[in-house]
Nanobody, 127 residues
Framework: QAQLVESGGGLVQAGDSLRLSCAAS????????MGWFRQAPGKEREFVAS????????IYADFVKGRFTISIENAKNTLYLQMNSLKPEDAAVYYC????????????????????WGQGTPVTVSS
């Protein structure tokens, strides 16, 4: 059973930064596309960013382009999401996700692509 453990969420003010981490517990990352999703109360889970296993290619949702950066450190089995210039509308529970895809396919990940989810880490942004 894959275990993905997120950390780094919290309460910040608009304009602040946070870095989320996702560690694969007790295993190494599979050589698949990894990603971040988020879900705000009353809304569907939505794609935020994805990265291929080598870290050489990324895809972002339009609403985070230029503000968020996804990265992967395979030696540490850790996925990151650096979030800058946070806005109140970025408040959500953020989920780390391991897909079943071996390469980015030129489109955002969908929940149907995901094999394993982390438990989520909450991000709250005050105005």
């Amino acid at each position: 059973q894959a275990q993905l453990v997120e950390s780094g969420g919290g309460l910040v003010q608009a304009g602040d930064s946070l870095r989320l981490s996702c560690a694969a517990s007790g295993r190494t990352f599979s050589r698949v596309v990894m990603g971040w999703f988020r879900q705000a109360p009353g809304k569907e889970r939505e794609f935020v960013a994805s990265i291929n296993w080598s870290g050489g290619r990324t895809i972002y949702a339009d609403f985070v382009k230029g503000r968020f950066t996804i990265s992967i450190e395979n030696a540490k089995n850790t996925l990151y999401l650096q979030m800058n210039s946070l806005k109140p509308e970025d408040a959500a529970v953020y989920y780390c996700a391991e897909s079943g895809l071996y390469a980015l396919v030129g489109r955002p990940l969908s929940p149907a692509d995901i094999r394993f989810w982390g438990q989520g880490t909450p991000v709250t942004v005050s105005s």
